[in-house]
């Protein structure tokens, strides 16, 4: 039971590259989320999606872009990466509903992202 | 004002002692409430979930006062282990809506 899974877990870009980052979850959950996490900022809600096929915004979604396809996968996309993307980056799920008591929302591991 | 706020911290504490992390929250329409601990910028773990009436969990004992919109964390008898930063964690009952972080209290538990 892999939970959920972010690839990649390092990445190093330079400025203006592209990239996309990978959450797949395998517990059938309908919404999923992109947050950010910079040092004394917290955790911050870049997109996220309440089905497949629909995302929205966050409290930070500017320079990203997401997609949900298929219901087990919500890529986050930079076209053009900044330096201020430079970041920690986690992907995290729940299912429908009330977030459960003794799980509300599972998180995945993480991804470093640096940008030169 | 911020929808979560928590005590700047960071609390620096000798083992055996006893701290407590306080937090309020903006949204007096927020339904669910959570402790999470994170260690060195590592996905933030639950560490338990915050009842009207008050839930103890071992060393931890955490309390919900919704009238003043305000919620807080009791560590006792501290450990090394204890270190981490912790999460204050709202659900402000919109359906589909992330879970909602304060920024964190960084604890740090000395021998």
């Known amino acids: 039971n892999a939970g959920v899974t972010q690839t990649p877990k390092f990445r190093v870009l330079k400025t203006g590259q592209s990239m996309t980052l990978l959450c797949a979850q395998d517990m059938n959950h309908e919404y999923m989320y992109w947050y950010r996490q910079d040092p004394g900022m917290g955790l911050r809600l870049i997109h996220y999606?309440?089905?497949?096929?629909?995302?929205a915004k966050g409290e930070v979604p500017d320079g990203y872009n997401v997609s949900r396809l298929k219901k087990q996968n919500f890529l986050l996309g930079l076209e053009s990466a900044a330096p201020s993307q430079t970041s920690v980056y986690f992907c995290a799920s729940r299912p429908r509903g009330t977030p459960h008591s003794n799980q509300p929302q599972h998180f995945g591991d993480g991804t470093r992202l640096s940008i030169l | 004002r911020k929808e979560v706020e928590q005590d700047p911290g960071p609390f620096n504490v000798p083992e055996g002692a006893t701290v407590a992390f306080n937090c309020t929250y903006s949204n007096s329409a927020s339904q669910s409430f959570f402790w999470y601990r994170q260690d060195c910028r590592k996905e933030p773990k639950l560490l338990m979930s915050?009842?009207?009436s008050g839930n103890e969990d071992g060393r931890f004992t955490a309390q919900l006062n919704r009238a003043s919109q305000y919620i807080s964390l009791l560590i006792r008898d501290s450990k090394l282990s204890d270190s981490a930063t912790y999460l204050c964690?709202?659900?402000?009952?919109?359906?589909?809506?992330?879970?909602?972080f304060g920024k964190g209290t960084t604890l740090s538990v000395s021998s």
């Open positions: 964690v709202v659900y402000p009952n919109q359906a589909g809506t992330a879970l909602i």
């Open positions: 915050v009842y009207s």
């Open positions: 999606s309440v089905g497949e096929g629909t995302t």
